[in-house]
């Protein structure tokens, strides 16, 4: 196990803690102690997972996590001292892969990001040949983990990415919320239903045109989505 693993929290107990057990599972561990910090680590090295505390001195995650997402796909696991809904929407709006609320386990947080990791993994070792879904203007290069509207690259977070794939990859069938985050979430997932709709807006917003109806990602009213391309 190689994978690099980024914990950006000023809790520095907490970020010990992290790093202590990280490594104990095999993993390679970097620490920051704020925001700033985070964001000038990620410009000098690259990472495979991303854990960003929220409520942090000079910059808090939110922001953090806004910048970082201009020129990474690094999937990011939010921590929140809160469990309202608004910082756990607010969290996948900007492009969180995930969330995890204080106080909370290692055993969760290392299932996380093993769910993660694997899933990624998992996408990467099974292309063997160039494998290419397309949708009217839109093409999924499954060999570059790539997504193209009419020839330009659209930037997605690893969340939206399977979540698109998955949904393309089975056109015309309806899923509900609940399956969806069973299949692309993968794990036992501990969030609401929520996820998925914050994941499909964020989707629409970056592959559908503006202004017109949707022929991507559609809604099956009372029932959950299905991809119409």
Known sequence: MNEK??????????????????KREGYSVSTA?????????????SFDLIILDVMMPKIDGFTVLK??????????????????????????????DDYVVKPFSMRELTARI???????????????EPQIIEAQDLIIDLTKYEIRKKGKVIELTLREYELLKYLASHPGQVFSRELLLNE???????????TVDVTVRR??????????DYKYIMTKRGVGYYFGG
């Open 33 to 45: 102690f704020d925001g700033r910090e985070g964001l000038d680590m990620l410009d000098k090295e």
């Open 203 to 212: 989707l629409r917003e970056k592959i559908e045109d503006k202004d017109k």
């Open 5 to 22: 693993i980024l914990v950006v929290d000023d809790e520095v107990a907490i970020a010990e803690i992290i790093e202590y057990n990280l």
């Open 114 to 128: 093993k769910a993660i990791l694997r899933r990624r993994d998992f996408e990467v070792s099974n292309i063997e």
């Open 67 to 96: 910048e970082l997402r201009k020129n990474y796909r690094t999937p990011v696991i939010m921590l929140t001292a809160k469990e309202e809904e608004v910082d756990k929407i607010l969290g996948l709006e900007l492009g969180a």
């Open 184 to 194: 692309v979430w993968e794990y036992g997932y501990y969030g609401d239903i929520r």
